[in-house]
């Protein structure tokens, strides 16, 4: 049978420094974040998460988020460089090892939620290239609010991804699709708008009317509770409360969606 201190892990941890290992935690948050505020650094961690999960669950571009993307860039960049410049000053000790280590943490981390959450779009980019530069709102050199679902790079990629498609299309697909038919229309594929999505109330809002009309438009009314003594005889009236999880169309929760009072829930869950 082997013993508790088989690994050398004792019983007490009477030999663990534990408020040496946050104060060093709390310094390199302090070298790491440069000229951001913590609290900016850790708000984006949270949003770019968030925006992650709902690109995830979403069947069509969301809004790009390019703060929190800009900052966690931004991170990466000042981290490594802050690493370089003290490696040359620092002993190979057990301290700087932890040093090292939670930075190393802090870096990874920023680049794993960019590389997730550019992956992502770019995965629906090349899906219906045609369709996201249709359908969206591109990046100007006037936008400075980041109100826009595709930026420059983005739209490269689309449009050139599209002329290789129109290419085949026209090389090979549309002889073979004129042996068949007469029919010389084309359909560009879009994404399925009414596909069934999960989500979670960030905030209690009441009742709201979720209704789905036949040209895809979506009407909300939010109303008191005690406005409308009828309005449980209508299937499209939920009581929608803090931290509740819903299940209903993509249509239906867009508008919610896009005030940020949604968070999409992916089922499986992501881990």
Not at 12 to 41: A, C, F, K, M
Not at 124 to 148: A, H, R, W
Request: proline letters at 4%.
């Amino acid at each position: 049978m082997i013993s508790d201190n088989y690994y050398g892990i004792e019983d007490d941890d009477e030999d663990i420094d534990y408020d040496y290992i946050e104060h060093t935690n709390n310094n390199w948050q302090n070298e790491l974040i440069g000229i951001y505020p913590l609290s900016s650094v850790l708000s984006s961690y949270e949003n770019l998460l968030m925006n992650w999960i709902n690109e995830s669950v979403s069947p069509e571009l969301l809004d790009y988020d390019e703060s929190s993307v800009k900052v966690l860039s931004y991170i990466i960049h000042y981290g490594r460089r802050n690493q370089l410049f003290c490696a040359k000053e620092r002993t190979h000790n057990a301290s700087n090892k932890i040093e090292y280590d939670l930075s190393e943490l802090y870096l990874y981390r920023s680049s794993y939620l960019i590389k997730m959450y550019l992956r992502q779009r770019l995965l629906k980019i090349s899906q219906y290239p045609d369709y996201c530069i249709k359908n969206s709102k591109l990046q100007t050199d006037e936008d400075n609010n980041g109100n826009y679902n595709l930026t420059k790079e983005e739209a490269k990629f689309a449009l050139k991804l599209s002329q290789l498609q129109w290419q085949h299309y026209n090389s090979v697909l549309s002889p073979i699709h004129s042996i068949f038919t007469n029919d010389q229309s084309i359909s560009i594929p879009s994404p399925f708008l009414h596909r069934i999505i999960r989500f979670q109330c960030k905030k209690t809002l009441g009742r709201v009317q979720l209704s789905s009309q036949l040209d895809d438009r979506i009407e909300i009314d939010l109303a008191l509770t005690n406005q409308d003594e009828h309005s449980n005889d209508m299937p499209d009236i939920v009581d929608i409360s803090e931290g509740h999880i819903y299940t209903c169309r993509y249509t239906q929760a867009k508008p919610l969606l896009s005030t940020n009072s949604i968070q999409l829930w992916p089922w499986p869950p992501i881990t």
